[in-house]
C-alpha cells in the first residue's frame, strides 16, 4: 500500500516475492517466475484513493436475489452445517443437468458426469491438474482472465496465447488455432463471454474450432461463467456440438449469471473417465464445496427470472456506456456479452498501464489497464459497467474530458 | 412490457438522450414515443416516491376493504368511480375475495380519517360494510426499499 504517498507508485510486471531471505530459499522456485496479478497491483493503488467512481469490478452489483439467500438461510436454520457427498448434494446435480439441457442441449449424467466445486476457479484447477502432463501445451485466447495463465503454469503444463483482435471483435477461429498447434498440445481453453473483451463466439466459429481439436485430438475446457450473459443470438457451447462431449470439460457456476460470488460455487462436467480424475483430486483437497452455498444453488437453478432480469439491465448499461464511450472520442465496440466494454486507448502515447493510472490520478475514475489481460491487452482499457448507472453517466464525462486533454497535449 | 417503460418505471426522470443511449435508439424516437404513451393514457403521469415517515408532517394512512352490492347495469364500476373521486382516496381497486373494493385513504390524523370513512364513504347507497386498517410504517413502496441499502462492500478493483 502507498497511502502516504502522493502520486500512485507503478506497477510493476512482475514484483519479487517479498519476505526475508532465510524464509524464501523454501518457495518452490518456479513460483518466483510466475508474477503478481496486474489487478491485485492496481487495487491496492485503487484502495489507497478516496471517492473513486469504479470501473475496475469484476462481480455483479446485485445482491444475491432475495429467494437464493432466503434459502440458504433456511437450510441454516434447519441445521445444514455438514459434509456432502464430495461430488456434492444429488439434488443440486440433477437440478444442473437439468438446466444444461435447457438452456445449452448438453446431457450430463448427475451421477458420474457433474463434480460440484468451490467456484469455477477449483473447476479450472482440477481439469488442468488432472490432463496436464509436465510440459503439454494449452492453447488459450488472449486477452483473458488473468488466472488462466498461472494455472496452467501451477499444473506444470506450458501456456501458449492465441491473440485476438479487435478488428474482428475479439473472435477465435481455426485458423489462429492451427498457427499455434503443436505435436505437444493437450488441450484448448475456451472461454467466451470473454473477461476482459465481451467477445462471444457465433455458432460456425464453435464448429470450426470443434472440427480443430478432434483432427489434432485435442481436449477443450470450457469456462462458460458468462453465459447468461449473453445478449444477442443464440447461446451456444462447443460441448453441444456433435462429438465434443467425449473430448470436453464444461465449467461453469453461479458468480456472475446469479450474482453469488460470495457463494464460491462452480461446477465441473465431464465423461465419467474425466470427471473421476478430477474428483480424485478434489476429494483429497477439498472434500465438498459448503452445503450452504449448494442449498443456495438449488433454489437458484428453479427459475430463469433472475438471470434475465438482470441480463437485461446489464445490457441498458452496456448500450449506454458505449454510446457515451464513442460519442466522448474512445473507440469502443460493442461486445455482446459479459458485463466488461474494451475501449482503444493506444493513440495517446501512453501504455495502457500509464493511461489507467493518469486517469486514476486526474479525474478519480478506476479502470483495469488492459495489459493486466495478458501482452495483447496492451492499448486498450477495461471498463467494467456492473455499476450503478449514475455511476457510469460520471465515469464516461470524466473519461471524455480526459481524452480531451490528452489530444490537446 | 416494452423496455422504455420499464426504463421509466426505474427512473422516470432519465433524460431521453439517456434512454435512447441504453435502448440503441434516437432522441427523437424515445421523445415520441414517451408522447405517443402520454397521448394514448399508457402513462398517467410522474411522481416522486417520498417516504413520508421521515418528514415532520402529520399525514396517516388507511386501507380500507369496502363491500357493495354491484348493480344490474355497470356492476363495481358506477360505485367504484364514485368512491375514487374523494380526494382524501389514493388508490382504488376491485378484489377477489371476501371484499369488493380496497381503497387507500390519507388525512392528517386517525380522526379525519375515521370522520371520512363514517361519513363520506360508509354513507354512500351500495356500500354495505367497511373495515379500516392503519398503516404504522412503510418498509417498501412501489418496488422502493424505505430502509437503508447495505453498502456496496465490493473490492474496488477485482479480476
Not at chain 1, 489487478?39 to 452489483?61: C, H, Q, T
Not at chain 1, 467466451?192 to 478432434?214: C, Q
Amino acid at each position: 500500500m502507498n497511502g502516504s504517498k502522493s502520486r500512485p507508485e507503478p506497477i510493476e510486471e512482475s514484483r519479487p516475492v517479498t519476505g526475508s531471505k532465510p524464509a524464501r530459499r523454501f518457495v518452490a522456485g518456479y513460483l518466483n517466475d510466475i508474477p503478481r496479478s496486474g489487478i491485485r497491483d492496481f487495487f491496492d493503488i485503487v484502495s489507497a484513493r478516496k471517492d473513486v467512481i469504479s470501473l475496475g469490478i469484476g462481480e455483479p452489483d446485485f445482491v444475491t436475489p432475495w429467494h437464493i439467500r432466503e434459502a440458504s438461510i433456511t437450510a441454516l436454520d434447519r441445521g445444514a452445517t455438514t459434509y456432502t457427498s464430495n461430488r456434492g448434494l444429488i439434488e443440486l446435480r440433477r437440478q444442473i443437468a437439468r438446466y444444461l439441457w435447457r438452456a445449452f442441449n448438453v446431457a450430463y449424467d448427475p451421477e458420474t458426469e457433474i463434480l460440484i466445486t468451490v467456484g469455477v476457479s477449483e473447476a479450472l484447477d482440477l481439469a488442468m491438474r488432472a490432463i496436464l502432463e509436465p510440459g503439454d501445451e494449452v492453447l488459450y485466447h488472449e486477452p483473458c482472465f488473468v488466472s488462466y495463465n498461472p494455472e496452467i503454469r501451477f499444473a506444470h503444463g506450458v501456456p501458449v496465447p492465441v491473440v485476438t483482435r479487435r478488428e474482428n471483435g475479439f473472435r477465435l477461429t481455426r485458423a489462429m488455432l492451427e498457427e499455434k498447434v503443436s505435436p505437444r498440445t493437450k488441450a484448448l481453453l475456451l472461454s467466451f463471454p470473454t473477461n476482459p473483451t465481451g467477445a462471444t463466439l457465433a455458432r460456425e466459429d464453435i464448429e470450426g474450432i470443434a472440427a480443430f481439436a478432434k483432427a489434432h485430438d485435442i481436449l477443450v475446457i470450457t469456462d462458460e461463467i458468462y453465459s447468461e450473459l449473453t445478449y444477442q443470438g443464440e447461446r451456444v457451447s462447443i460441448a453441444s456440438v456433435p462429438g465434443m462431449k467425449e473430448r470436453t470439460i464444461f465449467l461453469h457456476g453461479f458468480s456472475k449469471g446469479w450474482a453469488m460470488t460470495g457463494f464460491r460455487l462452480g461446477y465441473a462436467c465431464a465423461p465419467v473417465e474425466l470427471s473421476e480424475a478430477m474428483m480424485k483430486i478434489h476429494q483429497y483437497i477439498m472434500m465438498c464445496a459448503p452445503i450452504l452455498s449448494q442449498k443456495a444453488a438449488i433454489e437458484a437453478l428453479k427459475s430463469d427470472f433472475d438471470t434475465n432480469e438482470m441480463r437485461a439491465s446489464y445490457e441498458h448499461r452496456r448500450n449506454f456506456i458505449c454510446a457515451g464511450l464513442n460519442e466522448a472520442g474512445i473507440p469502443c465496440h460493442v461486445p455482446n456479452g459479459a458485463f466488461y466494454v474494451f475501449p482503444y486507448v493506444g493513440d495517446y502515447g501512453l501504455t495502457s498501464k500509464d493511461f489507467a493510472l493518469r486517469l486514476l490520478d486526474e479525474e478519480n475514475v478506476a479502470c483495469v489497464p488492459g495489459s493486466a489481460f495478458g501482452a495483447s491487452g496492451e492499448g486498450f482499457l477495461r471498463c467494467s459497467y456492473s455499476t450503478d448507472l449514475e455511476a457510469i453517466k460520471e465515469a464516461v464525462v470524466r473519461m471524455g474530458r480526459f481524452v480531451a486533454r490528452l489530444r490537446k497535449g | 412490457m416494452d423496455e422504455l417503460l420499464k426504463l421509466l418505471r426505474a427512473n422516470a426522470l432519465e433524460s431521453p438522450k439517456n434512454l435512447a443511449r441504453m435502448l440503441n435508439s434516437t432522441e427523437e424516437a424515445v421523445k415520441a414515443k414517451i408522447a405517443d404513451y402520454e397521448r394514448s393514457g399508457v402513462i398517467r403521469g410522474y411522481q416522486a416516491i417520498v417516504n413520508t415517515d421521515q418528514l415532520d408532517v402529520d399525514l396517516v394512512r388507511a386501507v380500507i376493504e369496502i363491500k357493495v352490492t354491484p348493480e344490474r347495469e355497470g356492476g363495481f364500476n358506477r360505485l367504484a368511480e364514485r368512491v375514487s373521486k374523494f380526494v382524501e382516496v389514493e388508490s382504488v381497486w376491485l378484489m377477489s375475495g371476501t371484499y369488493d373494493l380496497l381503497a387507500v385513504v390519507t388525512g392528517r390524523n386517525l380522526k379525519e380519517v375515521a370522520f371520512f370513512v363514517s361519513e363520506k364513504l360508509a354513507t354512500i347507497d351500495g356500500i354495505l360494510s367497511t373495515a379500516t386498517h392503519f398503516m404504522l410504517k412503510t418498509y417498501k413502496n412501489n418496488g422502493v426499499l424505505m430502509t437503508e441499502e447495505q453498502p456496496d462492500e465490493r473490492l474496488k478493483v477485482s479480476p
